[in-house]
T-cell receptor
Framework: GENVEQHPSTLSVQEGDSAVIKCTYSDSASNYFPWYKQELGKGPQLIID???NVGEKKDQRIAVTLNKTAKHFSLHITETQPEDSAVYFCAASIRQGSNYQLIWGAGTKLIIKP | DAGVIQSPRHEVTEMGQEVTLRCKPI?????LFWYRQTMMRGLELLIY????????DSGMPEDRFSAKMPNASFSTLKIQPSEPRDSAVYFC????????????FGPGTRLTVT
């Protein structure tokens, strides 16, 4: 079946440095790619998303890039802060018959070292 | 709006018992999703509803699991009988649209089956 691979599973960076999380997807028809942040004890929360007609999108310290040819997309966090510590999930939309759904990556635990 | 509400937040039960998880979606959202999260399998979509009608239940692991949405403001996920391997965090999420729209997650129910 369709899947989304996410790397790395754990990422530790020094406060103030940048963090990059990468995902690859298998369905060439996927056209929506959200990123969710999950803090301890909470449900995932959308932080940024990108659609297939756009190559890059930025929102303050967060950016997402999409390469449809290679079928991969990445999350970039600059000037990392302690509150960025969380688990980050990527996802890609897929169509199964008449139904759509999101396929989720396995998650990346981001640790910001003070 | 108070966001997606789930109850209980924690549930500990013995193997063989019936478990009922509850969810109140955000008012006006047409879609409701039930997810299960474990360390081994990550975030899995179990079932989703559109306007109270189940659309895709292909993620429901087996007949012991059932979900209902009797009205637009309430849904239940029932496990009968429960087994230790059902131990996980169960999330409910709601969305205005199916694709390309944010899914708003509840805080989750942590289920432990002993």
């Amino acid at each position: 079946g369709e899947n989304v691979e996410q790397h790395p599973s754990t990422l530790s960076v020094q406060e103030g440095d940048s963090a990059v999380i990468k995902c690859t997807y298998s369905d060439s028809a996927s056209n929506y790619f959200p990123w969710y942040k999950q803090e301890l004890g909470k449900g995932p929360q959308l932080i940024i998303d990108i659609r297939s007609n756009v190559g890059e999108k930025k929102d303050q310290r967060i950016a997402v890039t999409l390469n449809k040819t290679a079928k991969h997309f990445s999350l970039h966090i600059t000037e990392t802060q302690p509150e960025d510590s969380a688990v980050y999930f990527c996802a890609a939309s897929i169509r199964q018959g008449s139904n759509y759904q999101l396929i989720w990556g396995a998650g990346t635990k981001l640790i910001i070292k003070p | 709006d108070a966001g997606v509400i789930q109850s209980p937040r924690h549930e500990v039960t013995e193997m063989g018992q019936e478990v009922t998880l509850r969810c109140k979606p955000i008012s006006g959202h047409d879609y409701l999703f039930w997810y299960r999260q474990t360390m081994m399998r990550g975030l899995e979509l179990l079932i989703y509803f559109n306007n109270n009608v189940p659309i895709d239940d292909s993620g429901m692991p087996e007949d012991r699991f059932s979900a209902k949405m009797p009205n637009a403001s309430f849904s239940t996920l029932k496990i009968q009988p429960s087994e230790p391997r059902d131990s996980a965090v169960y999330f409910c999420a709601s969305s205005l649209r199916l694709v390309s729209h944010e899914q708003y997650f509840g805080p989750g129910t942590r289920l432990t089956v002993t």
